[in-house]
């Protein structure tokens, strides 16, 4: 098991989705809506792989959501089903989580949120690819009726 160190700025703006999960079922933190704040980007590169990345998983899994990615997400434990039906267990497990999320007809509320780029951060180059692979991979397993 990964521990994950919490800094307490990251406990404030997880407070600001717990505001909403009384009224959604899940409920995502954001840094691509109206009102986010980015305090300290990731390198160019970075930045434009993500953007294409969202734009990529948004087209393939048909989604609306802007930013699958950030990282805190809250449930209500009625949505305990869509962790059972997890294939993915790397990268792709957020958009994963969130494809599930529509099929199952769970409202996602995206929240705006301060996010600064960590320099401790794991995710490599490698990482995107990897991603661009489990895209599809989700795609083919709904295809597939893997997630019934």
């Known amino acids: 098991m990964q521990v994950i160190k ?3 700025e990251d406990l404030s703006e997880l407070k600001k989705l717990q505001v909403y999960i009384n ?6 933190a954001s840094r691509a809506i109206d ?3 980015v305090l300290k980007r990731q ?4 930045v434009f ?4 990345g969202n734009k990529l998983i948004k087209y393939t ?7 699958t990615q950030c990282g805190f997400k809250l449930f ?6 869509l962790f059972e039906k997890l294939i993915i267990n790397r990268w792709g497990f957020d958009f994963e989580l969130l494809f599930l999320a529509k099929i199952f007809k769970y409202s996602v509320k995206e929240v705006p949120v301060i996010w600064h780029n960590r320099l401790d951060s ?9 991603t661009l692979v489990q895209v599809f991979q989700v795609r083919i397993n709904y295809l597939l009726n893997k997630y019934k």
């Open 43 to 46: 390198n160019l590169i970075k």
């Open 76 to 81: 209500q434990t009625q949505t305990k089903i």
């Open 35 to 37: 009102e986010a704040q």
């Open 122 to 130: 794991r995710v490599t180059s490698l990482a995107y690819l990897q």
């Open 49 to 52: 792989l993500g953007r294409l």
């Open 6 to 8: 919490v800094e307490p």
């Open 61 to 67: 899994l048909g989604l609306k959501i802007n930013d």
């Open 23 to 28: 009224d959604f079922p899940v409920v995502i």
